[in-house]
């Protein structure tokens, strides 16, 4: 067994919840290291569609302890909706979850400060979730963010919100909003720290301590590389370390306790928002894969915008990363098309070009360089294993791992757990296969 960071390759959305929730039994713990309810994490449990946005894609599987890391940002409505949300679902959330004191809070005003910037951005808004992620992040930069641990302190929590909702309101007047009455925020607020009180721990303490005694992590990452603060397509990024480096200072564990990281890849490319997308296809097969893949945020229900895979890109966030094993997820969406094209290269200028542009203003002037290749007509669905796929299928994984660079150690056909092909081979080294058939019980 290992320690796994399980981590988006593309723009988000390449299911991640589904292969997290599958793979889950033989780890003891799931920790989330970045983001917070702008993702939305899709899992099929017990014939039920369960969407999370904040807990940990584990919370399904009840003996297992979920950590929110300080990475995160937590707007306690949205966590208290979502334990209301998963109780419906029969979920009981105890001392199976923690929040780590550290992290930071998003308040009312930072969706309203959001929804402004974007719309005084007009034509080149980023396109976000308007959840107030962006803005709880630069409050804690700028070193006046209030954090989960200040609801353990009521008059410390008073001073900080009157502190900062003066201050929001010089600017919610200067664009003509109506102010907020910090008495009115303190008394929201100190109602959820009576709820969500009981949650907060010494995160960083508790993993580290597990890890000692000898338990495995699952580290769950939201959204993708490509919308990592750092390394994706800036600006149309959101404002976490979405890539691997995360997983360090979200949850305060040092590298040597990351074993592997497995990139969940999607077989073709969906992004949402704005921000340059190079494979892009408007309308025809860019339609049909939105169609056929179901492809409508999970959080927003905003159309997601589809093209063909990207190798180049997929390679940069493998490199970045450092991914040997991926799961390539939705396949079974280009079953039937007679011909796919892959990107394996960008040309900028008739340049080619050797490392991933981030700038915006390459990325929005490149032209992908595609290969042609045949596609299945079979469905991939009615294949158990992985030599029963069909050749040209085969072909497909073959250039793919060749491209990026890893192996396709997982291949998911649908949405439910058993609708998927591990590579036994690939994966053994990974996790207690054995743990995994058991249901999470020892052999
Ligand atoms: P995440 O944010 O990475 O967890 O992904 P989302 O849940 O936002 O979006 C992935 C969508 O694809 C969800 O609706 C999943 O149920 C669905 N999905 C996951 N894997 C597969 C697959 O292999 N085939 C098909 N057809 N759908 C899948
Ligand atoms: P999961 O975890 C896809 C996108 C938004 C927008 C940009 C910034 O489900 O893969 P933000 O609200 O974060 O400031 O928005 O990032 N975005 C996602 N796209 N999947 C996600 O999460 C996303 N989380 C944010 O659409 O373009
Ligand atoms: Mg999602």
Redesign the pocket.
Known sequence: MVNLVVL?TQ????G??KIIDLITPPFDIVARYQ??H?????VYSGGKKIIL?LIPSGILHRDKLCLIGNGVVIDPKAFLNELSYLKDFGIEINDNLAISKNAHLILPYHGLV?ALDEERRGDNK?????????PAYTDRAARRGIRVGDLLNLSVLEDKIRSNVEEYNIFLDFYGEPSLDPGKVFEEYSNYANQIQKYIKDVSFILNEHIAEGKFVLFE????TL?DVDFGTYP?????N?MVGGVCTGLGVSPDKIDVVLGITKAYT??????PFPTEIHGGIGAFLQKKGNEF????G?P?RCGWFDAFAVAYACRLNGIKHIALTKPDVLDGLEELSVCVGYKYKDQRLKGYPCESWVLSEVEPVYKKVRGWKETLNDSKDFDSFPQEFKDYVHLIEDLVGANVSIVSTGVQRDETVLREDLMRSLIDLDRLKNGGKHT
């Open positions: 988006g723009w988000g959305d390449e991640k919840g983001g917070g702008n993702a939305g994490h899709t946005h959001e980023i396109g976000t979730t308007c959840r107030g992620i962006g990452g939201a959204q993708g919308l149309y990024v959101t404002s976490s979405s969906t992004r949402v928002g704005s921000g945020g999970a959080t927003t905003r997601r």
